[in-house]
């Protein structure tokens, strides 16, 4: 176990696993087939015509994932020769102006639960219904009136869709915002907005509800705004050409279906339409009790918040949720070998159901690799032994499971790193396009008003100010369910005057349980405290209970007043974690229908339930936080900004578990060495 064989060359071929090429083996997490989502579609036909005339929409499909316990049997029995329950899928469909929900049942090929679902809030957005909305105001004639107004020719304007969020209305019907760009011969269209215009899109009625032709406002320039390097003009640089990774002799991972085994690593890899990439059951071999141990039985992403800080017409209501309303699986994209993935990675492709249930492949949508960025695992030069030097050094080479998801502007970044000390890193890397806004001024001397609300990133363009809220849902199950959240305060004390000592003071650890949800919340950075989650029915055999740390990113909470109403439905972003006791509704942060919702169905309400979470199996939702000023530097296109946090066990294991990791063959190792030039 935890062999790092890993060798850098320069030039070599490419690895690309393709995941057809393996017969999966009945997963209960395995994401629902082609087969499966066309079967869906045939169902609910019998019941529901689809398709016809836009009354009936499938707006999410996914796996209806068996019961935990009986996981958790099937998962841990010898063979997986437990039987599982028949597969299922999950719909929520827009039936004549309603959201239905029903469980597919494939065995029995029926419809086994069907209901009306009543609350707020409306379910993701589809693509089709987007591209017909955006079409539909293009061929909207005061629409076009208002373009040529403007001098602006109409084949070169595009339209893009943009939720409405919820600012204190009665009724929140499905309506959505459209917004107009203008390329004129650019590919960058969130660089040139058209403003002054109020365009609201009724997407069940599929008309323009409302159209306004506020004001015609200045356009920003069109120079500076290209990205490809096919047409962007010499000088170039810095050449990235030669920093390239290769492994000759293969990846040292196993994918069997969407089970993958990487050195002292087991986990399952799916795809969702909501999520995007889904970890599952995954485990970590114990070499000192000879067996795989559980350590994260589901992570995926929750929600992304990203709330605009312009509170003008054409600004107010960008408070996205992208996952709840545009699928973070839904636009994830097709990953570029050897530039989106190191050379080295396999593929996997994601399949998720169109809105009238047609099986829609992104391929190449999550990618896998061992990475090696010639980090150290562990060292130590010992020089204190006469007449001896020693050093031992193990390099740290770990594997990434990653996605791309890119919602209208920005491209997220979303991974998880796998390391055989243990480790598990999420990381979040924005990168994209800003979204801006155009302005008279080219620079900050003109400005007339108190606020522009962002900075000049171009001529007569600038950067609006927002912030990026990642929530990740991580149902860890640290070696068993019966796990409890233990906040360790590290406090300052005097020396008692007992102890004969010249120092005034020292610190140590004050250890609490939470026993209730509210007691497990936490705002980082306010104190300095220890965030582990223990399973208290089993320690280490020096006493200490076997854990998993939280090791947080830098402190990120929203500055947003508490009766704001984007801060109403995004509450979850109050707290960087909060503990819940596990729910198998209880999935989305946002709530299941985050699209104009009100903030009632969601985690910050969940939790005023104040669950006791003691010794029983949790969850962690933890949220990346970013304030975005933009710069400069983010035009036209923005260098990848990283944050992420860590699990590292924590007397998980009795000692180092990578101390015996075998190194690299040096003698088979080619050099590299630097060109001189
Ligand atoms: C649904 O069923 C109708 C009538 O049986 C059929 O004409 C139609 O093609 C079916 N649609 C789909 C998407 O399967
Ligand atoms: C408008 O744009 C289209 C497509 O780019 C182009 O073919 C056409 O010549 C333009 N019309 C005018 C009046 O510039
Ligand atoms: C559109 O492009 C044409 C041709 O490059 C240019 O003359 C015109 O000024 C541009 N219009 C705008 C509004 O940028
Ligand atoms: C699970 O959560 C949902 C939504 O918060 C709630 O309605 C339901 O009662 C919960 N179930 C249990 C068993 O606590
Ligand atoms: C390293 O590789 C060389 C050449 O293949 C082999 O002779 C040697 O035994 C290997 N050493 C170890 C420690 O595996
Ligand atoms: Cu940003």
């Given at each position: ?24 083996p009945p997963h209960p997490f395995d994401p629902l087939t082609e087969t499966e989502l066309n079967l869906v579609r045939t169902i609910v036909n019998k019941s529901y015509p689809i398709g016809h005339n836009h009354k009936f929409t499938f707006q999410y499909v996914g796996l209806n ?248 017409d054409d600004w107010y209501f960008i408070s996205y949720l992208d996952c709840g309303e545009f699928g973070c699986g839904q636009s994830a994209v097709s990953l570029e070998p050897y530039t989106d993935c190191p050379p080295n990675a396999a593929f996997m492709d994601g399949i998720y ?144 005057k007992s102890v004969n000592t010249p120092r005034k003071s020292y610190w140590t650890t004050k250890r609490n349980t939470a026993k209730t949800e509210t007691e497990a919340r936490v705002k980082l950075g306010l104190k300095p405290e220890e965030l582990v989650v223990v399973n208290p ?141």
């Open positions: 176990m935890a062999q790092l064989h890993f060798t850098i060359l320069i030039f070599s071929s490419v690895f690309v696993i393709s995941s057809s090429s393996f017969i999966p994932e068996p019961d935990k316990s009986l996981v958790l049997s099937w998962h841990s029995s010898p063979d997986h020769n437990v039987k599982l329950p028949p597969r299922q899928a999950f719909v929520i469909a827009r039936d004549k102006g309603k959201n239905r929900e029903m469980v597919v049942d494939f065995s029995t090929r029926a419809i086994v639960s069907d209901k009306i679902h009543v609350g707020n809030g409306n379910p993701m957005l589809t693509l089709d219904e987007q591209h017909a909305a955006t079409a539909l105001v293009l061929k909207f004639k005061p629409f076009c009136d208002s373009i040529m107004k403007r001098g602006l020719n109409l084949s070169e304007v595009v339209v893009t869709s943009s939720t409405m969020g919820w600012f204190g209305e009665a009724q929140t019907k499905r309506f959505i915002r459209t917004i107009p760009f203008y390329l004129n011969g650019s590919v960058n269209t969130y660089l040139r907005p058209i403003e002054g215009m109020t365009i609201i899109v009724d997407l069940d009625k599929m008309k323009v509800a409302e159209f306004k032709d506020r004001f015609t406002g200045p356009m920003p320039k069109p120079n500076g705004r290209e990205y490809r390097i096919s047409n962007l003009k010499p000088p170039f640089g810095p050449s990235l050409r030669d920093a390239v990774v290769f492994q000759p002799d293969g990846p040292g991972f196993k994918i069997d279906g969407h089970v993958v085994r990487w050195a002292n690593w087991e986990f399952h890899m799916s795809f969702n339409v909501r999520a995007g990439l889904v970890i599952s059951l995954a485990s970590i071999f114990d070499m000192d009790v000879n067996k795989y141990r559980q350590v994260l039985y589901k992570g995926h992403l929750s929600e992304m918040f990203v709330p605009y800080m312009d509170p003008h159901a169109g809105q009238d249930g047609t099986p829609t492949k992104v391929s190449n949508v999550m990618c896998i690799f061992e990475k090696y960025a010639g980090d150290i695992m562990w060292r130590h030069t010992e020089s204190e032994v006469p007449g001896m030097k020693i050093t031992e050094v193990r390099p740290d080479v770990s594997l990434v499971a990653r996605m791309v998801t890119t919602v209208g502007n920005y491209d997220y970044i979303i991974e998880y790193e796998f390391k055989p000390s243990g480790s598990i890193k999420m990381g979040v890397g924005l990168t994209g396009v800003l979204e801006v806004k155009p302005v008279e001024y080219v620079h900050t001397s003109e400005i007339k008003e108190d606020d522009i609300y962002g900075t000049i990133v171009a001529d007569n363009t600038v950067g609006v100010n927002h912030d990026h809220y990642v929530t990740f849902r991580l149902d860890l199950d640290i070696d068993g369910t019966d796990n409890s959240f233990v906040r360790t305060e590290l406090v300052t004390k005097r020396t008692p029915t089993k320690t280490t055999k020096h006493g200490n209970e076997i854990g998993y740390r939280l090791i947080p990113g830098p402190a990120t909470s929203s500055l947003l007043a508490q009766d704001d109403y984007p801060q109403i439905r995004a509450a979850f972003t109050n707290y960087n974690v909060w503990i819940t006791p596990y729910n198998r509704s209880e999935v989305w942060t946002s709530g299941s229908y985050a699209d104009r919702s009100q903030g009632d169905d969601a985690l910050a309400v969940w939790c005023k339930r104040n669950r006791k979470i003691e010794k029983k199996d949790i969850v962690m939702w933890y949220t990346v936080g970013f304030h975005h000023v933009p710069c400069q530097e983010d035009f036209p296109t923005m260098p990848t900004m990283s944050g992420g946090f860590e699990l590292r066990p924590t007397n998980f294991f009795e000692q180092n578990p990578v101390l015996k990791a075998k190194p690299m063959n040096l003698t088979t190792v080619p050099k590299c060495t630097p060109k001189s030039n």
